[in-house]
């Protein structure tokens, strides 16, 4: 496990992390396997998407914004239940092969730390393993 | 692959599984990897939040009450359709790093299973591969 | 990593793989492990639900239609955010347990890739694992 850290800019963001995970998995010198993306958060996720056009993550975040408004009729109390709720919706953890010592994304694909309560300094994790 | 069963007390309930998938993953002797947590159900999921406090498992699953229906225009005629789209909403597996010999969770983060038509007895599997 | 290619029919379906990724992991050769089934797109996702019953899927494809609408205040200008936001919110990976040789899944579980901007030739990719 391999461990770096992602400075989030504002509450609710997508932070690109694809080259950093990219390096890392040429590093680990794994030619066949896969590869999994973590974070040990609870407000926030990751998520594989478009990174090409940035209008698609903004596009994202105002859907979730809408469908998990920040202030509601919720129990916790520390005021930020939509980031916990919106973290399960997009998950923690995503994983993607590893072929010819490359990670193997599509074209449009990216790899994002999905931030719903910051600004915040973060964590990702990778795991690269044989396949 | 080792499965443990789950009796989960309520139609719609988070139930803490931390603490099992922790053991087998201390038992299985694997240093450095990767663990795999998930459900052979269609109405039922897992997911990684936070369970210090009750309220965030309370606020997602009240959340997800409002966002999908109980009763509603569905097809399906068993009348858990809801729990079927709450299933694929949350997933049905989570993938967590392994780093010497434990389960890499954060320090608010647990592993639930998500009950969308109980109250059952249910079943979890545990995978630990080498990283 | 072995992959195969997917035609989805409409716009909006969910493809039952179960066939194909079954027999590539008998194929594999792996005794106990995983089995990872990922896409490499960003309008189309990957999940587990029942395939027993063909209105499950239908009313998934129903409810994520009313949820997030085709057309909307979106500033993507292809016209396919709600493609790109239902893909995150089914994901693009899933993972299942192998054991005995052979893919384990629940009785009712199917695994389906999900189209939200289709019909188009897809790509599912299935990485096997040893445990």
Chains 1, 2, 3 share one sequence.
């Not at 996720?45 to 990174?51: F, I, M, P, Y």
């Not at 209008?55 to 919720?74: I, K, T």
Request: overall charge negative; proline content about 7%.
């Amino acid at each position: 496990m391999t461990s770096f850290p992602v400075r989030t800019p504002e509450r609710e963001c997508l932070v690109d992390v694809t080259p950093q995970v990219a390096r890392l998995v040429s590093d680990a010198g794994v030619a066949e396997g896969l590869c999994v993306v973590c974070v040990p958060h609870t407000t926030a996720g990751v998520t594989l998407n478009e990174s090409a056009d940035p209008d698609v993550a903004r596009d994202l975040l105002a859907f979730l914004a809408g469908a998990v408004p920040h202030r509601g009729p919720y129990r916790h109390v520390e005021g930020n239940s939509d980031a916990h709720i919106k973290t399960s919706l997009l998950g923690s953890s995503v994983t993607v092969p590893v072929s010819g010592g490359r990670l193997v994304l599509g074209t449009w694909q990216g790899l994002f730390l999905a931030e719903f309560d910051g600004p915040r300094q973060r964590t990702v994790h990778v795991v690269v393993a044989r396949g």
